[in-house]
């Protein structure tokens, strides 16, 4: 398939606001990509490379380059040009890079030169990310869309599993399920207001320590673990504590989900960043672990042998999690079988809870299965303040103590057209370190600097905490958040994963 005709549709489905009408686009495009190609279209049209970003810097995608007069690149060249471009590295690869770049660019008519620029940057902006292209993708394979959206979050791969269907239909979804070894996307919790709001939405309901670390999966198939993060990436070696533990438990065959947590010299907890600091840290392991032992908590278990467990409720997994491993290695937890009689237990639970360090409770129905990669109304955290995670759009220089500093963040929230709308902005809540971390990453994500402004690719998550909203006819949702201070950065959670406008106002309802 030529580019020409991705970009295209691309195009198209960013000029239009309707839904339906860009899941049409969409349909028709995948209806008519050849079967060997669909993986290819299907990912480029919802914004994501196979390969991964491949290291090119917006200056290498700026450089002026004639275009071709007709279409003629095909989405395959494409993909074998950004595998080059992936494996360049050493001497000279900066040179190599713009060489390539130069090369598929110079191939490209004018439409397809802005196409790939964005989707070489990751800044595919056109409304058909995931969501709108899997309803085009299961209008075009003629499948209902929540079977595609399942077998998406056991699989793991949306263009993968999307080119099943197209190629198989149903019957090609049917043979999707969790395997040991293959990380699927974990269950999401939405938000409550208070403990009593989600206990009496729940109960009968389990009610867990909240623990503020690195959410894992552990697969084990015999004497081989593995170890996924929350956004699917293989952490395995970075944390040998956890896979001593699991090859230490009964069974041969399970996968486990539950959170990594470090504790200090007084027992607590420590911050989150410094567990993301020892999983990202460049000392050997042997070292890393010196400097900041880490303990694994559970709290469900998705296999365990030949058996998958998701359609399982809670109640039945827990009893099945809880004969695997033991007390400690379990996170903490409470059943309350009603709202009104169990509330004085519950209460005191979130105390000492807080007490010990965590940052809340999660409620969840006993009844409930696991619904992979869904954020939905049986599981719901609920936290003594009101939180959001956003997305960093722009940075501010610092002043005074903190010059040489990006300090002030713009803070965006998703929009159902796959953007961003802004809701505020804040330095308040960042640590030295923090700030340091952040001007960092944010150089790395930096697309234009007038001298005062850096703004980036919306990629990093931060978790903002706030004390209400305000109407504000400067933002375009219309709200800003009041008094918002910066909790924490989220590098484990992707743009994606942060919260929508629709939630931030409903969440305004429901507070007001």
Same mark, same amino acid.
């Given at each position: 398939?030529?580019?020409?005709?991705?970009?295209?549709?691309?195009?198209?489905?960013?000029?239009?606001?309707?839904?339906?009408?860009?899941?049409?686009?969409?349909?028709? =495009?995948?209806? !008519? /990509?050849? #079967?060997? +190609?669909?993986?290819?279209?299907?990912?480029? @049209? *919802? &914004?994501?490379?196979? %390969? $991964?970003?491949?290291?090119?810097?917006?200056?290498?995608?700026?450089?002026?380059?004639?275009?071709?007069?007709?279409?003629?690149?095909?989405?395959?060249?494409?993909?074998?040009?950004?595998?080059?471009?992936?494996?360049?590295?050493?001497?000279?690869?900066?040179?190599?890079?713009?060489?390539?770049?130069?090369? =598929?660019?110079? !191939? /490209?008519? #004018?439409? +397809?030169?802005?196409?790939?620029?964005?989707? @070489? *940057? &990751?800044?595919?902006? %056109? $409304?058909?990310?995931?969501?709108?292209?899997?309803?085009?993708?299961?209008?075009?394979?003629?499948?209902?869309?929540?079977?595609?959206?399942?077998?998406?979050?056991?699989?793991?791969?949306?263009?993968?599993?999307?080119?099943?269907?197209?190629?198989?239909?149903?019957?090609?979804?049917?043979?999707?399920?969790?395997?040991?070894?293959?990380?699927?996307?974990?269950?999401?919790?939405?938000?409550?207001?208070? @403990?009593?709001?989600?206990?009496?939405?729940?109960?009968?309901?389990?009610?867990?320590?909240?623990?503020?670390?690195?959410?894992?999966?552990?697969?084990?198939?015999?004497?081989?673990?593995?170890?996924?993060?929350?956004?699917?990436?293989?952490?395995?070696?970075?944390?040998?504590?956890?896979?001593?533990?699991?090859?230490?438990?009964?069974?041969?065959?399970?996968?486990?989900?539950?959170?990594?947590?470090?504790?200090?010299?007084?027992?607590?907890?420590?911050?989150?960043?410094?567990?993301?600091?020892?999983?990202?840290?460049?000392?050997?392991?042997?070292?890393?672990?010196?400097?900041?032992?880490?303990?694994?908590?559970?709290?469900?278990?998705?296999?365990?042998?030949?058996?998958?467990?998701?359609?399982?409720?809670?109640?039945?997994?827990?009893?099945?999690?809880?004969?695997?491993?033991?007390?400690?290695?379990?996170?903490?937890?409470?059943?309350?079988?009603?709202?009104?009689?169990?509330?004085?237990?519950?209460?005191?639970?979130?105390?000492?809870?807080?007490?010990?360090?965590?940052?809340?409770?999660?409620?969840?129905?006993?009844?409930?299965?696991?619904?992979?990669?869904?954020?939905?109304?049986?599981?719901?955290?609920?936290?003594?303040?009101?939180?959001?995670?956003?997305?960093?759009?722009?940075?501010?220089?610092?002043?005074?103590?903190?010059?040489?500093?990006?300090?002030?963040?713009?803070?965006?929230?998703?929009?159902?057209?796959?953007?961003?709308?802004?809701?505020?902005?804040?330095?308040?809540?960042?640590?030295?370190?923090?700030?340091?971390?952040?001007?960092?990453?944010?150089?790395?994500?930096?697309?234009?600097?007038?001298?005062?402004?850096?703004?980036?690719?919306?990629?990093?998550?931060?978790?903002?905490?706030?004390?209400?909203?305000?109407?504000?006819?400067?933002?375009?949702?219309?709200?800003?958040?009041?008094?918002?201070?910066?909790?924490?950065?989220?590098?484990?959670?992707?743009?994606?994963?942060?919260?929508?406008?629709?939630?931030?106002?409903?969440?305004?309802?429901?507070?007001?």
């Amino acid at each position: 398939m030529l580019l020409a005709e991705v970009a295209r549709v691309s195009r198209e489905v960013a000029e239009t606001s309707a839904r339906s009408r860009k899941t049409a686009l969409l349909a028709e =495009l995948f209806a !008519a /990509a050849p #079967a060997e +190609e669909a993986a290819l279209v299907i990912a480029y @049209l *919802s &914004g994501r490379l196979p %390969q $991964g970003r491949p290291g090119v810097g917006w200056r290498t995608l700026a450089q002026d380059t004639a275009p071709a007069a007709e279409p003629a690149l095909t989405v395959t060249a494409v993909d074998a040009a950004v595998a080059e471009l992936a494996a360049v590295a050493g001497p000279g690869a900066q040179a190599e890079r713009r060489r390539i770049v130069a090369g =598929l660019l110079g !191939a /490209a008519t #004018a439409d +397809e030169q802005r196409f790939l620029r964005s989707l @070489l *940057s &990751g800044e595919v902006r %056109q $409304g058909a990310l995931d969501a709108v292209a899997l309803e085009g993708v299961a209008k075009a394979a003629g499948v209902p869309a929540a079977e595609l959206r399942r077998a998406v979050m056991l699989d793991g791969s949306l263009p993968r599993t999307a080119a099943a269907a197209l190629a198989g239909g149903a019957e090609a979804l049917r043979g999707v399920t969790l395997r040991i070894g293959q990380p699927v996307q974990p269950m999401l919790a939405g938000t409550a207001r208070s @403990l009593a709001d989600a206990l009496s939405a729940l109960a009968p309901c389990a009610v867990e320590e909240k623990l503020d670390g690195i959410r894992v999966q552990v697969h084990r198939d015999g004497d081989e673990v593995r170890i996924h993060t929350r956004s699917l990436d293989e952490i395995t070696g970075r944390l040998p504590e956890v896979v001593e533990l699991a090859l230490s438990l009964p069974g041969e065959r399970f996968v486990l989900d539950g959170e990594v947590i470090g504790q200090g010299a007084d027992g607590r907890p420590v911050p989150f960043q410094e567990i993301a600091s020892r999983v990202g840290s460049r000392l050997d392991v042997a070292a890393a672990r010196e400097a900041l032992p880490v303990t694994v908590h559970f709290f469900d278990v998705l296999a365990l042998g030949d058996e998958v467990l998701l359609d399982l409720p809670v109640r039945e997994r827990h009893a099945a999690l809880a004969a695997l491993v033991r007390e400690p290695a379990r996170v903490r937890r409470l059943v309350v079988e009603d709202a009104g009689a169990g509330a004085a237990a519950a209460e005191e639970f979130w105390t000492q809870t807080l007490r010990r360090g965590h940052e809340g409770v999660m409620v969840k129905a006993l009844d409930s299965p696991y619904a992979a990669g869904r954020r939905g109304k049986q599981w719901l955290k609920v936290k003594p303040v009101h939180t959001l995670d956003l997305v960093v759009l722009a940075a501010e220089r610092g002043h005074g103590r903190r010059t040489g500093l990006l300090s002030n963040l713009h803070l965006g929230a998703r929009t159902g057209d796959g953007g961003y709308a802004m809701l505020g902005k804040t330095f308040k809540g960042l640590t030295d370190e923090m700030l340091r971390w952040q001007t960092a990453r944010l150089h790395e994500l930096a697309e234009e600097d007038d001298g005062f402004t850096v703004r980036v690719r919306p990629e990093l998550v931060v978790e903002i905490a706030y004390d209400g909203l305000q109407r504000s006819p400067r933002y375009p949702a219309g709200v800003a958040l009041r008094f918002a201070r910066v909790l924490r950065h989220r590098p484990d959670k992707t743009a994606e994963e942060a919260d929508t406008v629709e939630t931030v106002l409903e969440q305004g309802r429901r507070d007001g």
